[in-house]
C-alpha cells in the first residue's frame, strides 16, 4: 500500500489511474481490513474526486469507491 500512495504523488493520470484501480483490488481482497489504510489514503481518494481537469479520473475513483 505504501508503494501505490507514493505513486498518486505522481503527476502522471495514466498512473494515478492504475494505481486507483490497484488500490479497488487490494481494498476488494482486504475487505473490512482495508479500515486501516483509509486514514492515509483519503487524501489522495478526495484529490482524485476534486480533480475537474481529469474528470475522467474522478469517474474511477467514483466508481472504484461506490
Known sequence: METLLRIFNQRSA?????AMLAVGSLAYALGRH???YLPTFVQYLKMGLTN???????LIY???WQ
Not at 495514466?14 to 492504475?18: A, D, N
Not at 475537474?52 to 474522478?58: A, S
Open 14 to 18: 495514466t498512473v494515478h489511474e492504475e
Open 34 to 36: 482495508f479500515i486501516k
Open 52 to 58: 475537474y481537469q481529469e474528470w475522467q479520473m474522478g
Open 62 to 64: 467514483y466508481k472504484e
